[in-house]
């Protein structure tokens, strides 16, 4: 398969969009006094398909960071208030984490921040992205 110049133009720009979300997430986050992957934990939090709240573990491998990182993160989320640590009633050696009513709080406010972000820029990115895959495609 040889890559044509169309090729490297969709995938610069669909890069470009991707850069460009990225970038007013992390400038969002900042605005709550929040370092981006501060935002991403108590998103992943609030994501997690267990109603007991994930694992210290599990919030690392979603993060793509080391446990000892995930735990400074919680660390710091936990000082301000943001989550708390919850003993597992199914495993008392395991602790699991929950977000605050502050820390909902602030997620809410981010999230509704990044869905109208989405609902402006997600047609570009849909655009990229389709031109994208329809090159590949026609390789």
Known sequence: MTLE?????????????????????????????????????LLA????????????GEIADQLFIRHHSAVGLADR???????????????RRQVRLRLTERGESV???LSRTHHEELRSMGPQLVTALTALLEGVAAR
């Open 107 to 109: 997620l809410e406010h």
């Open 45 to 56: 939090v609030r994501a997690s398909d267990n109603s007991s709240g994930p694992t210290i």
């Open 77 to 91: 989320l936990e000082a301000h208030g943001l989550i708390e640590r919850v003993k597992s009633s199914e495993d």
């Open 5 to 41: 110049s169309d090729d490297y133009r969709a995938l610069a720009r669909f890069r470009y969009l991707i850069r460009q979300f990225l970038q007013f997430s992390e400038e969002a986050a900042q605005k709550e006094a929040l370092e981006p992957q501060q935002h991403q934990m």
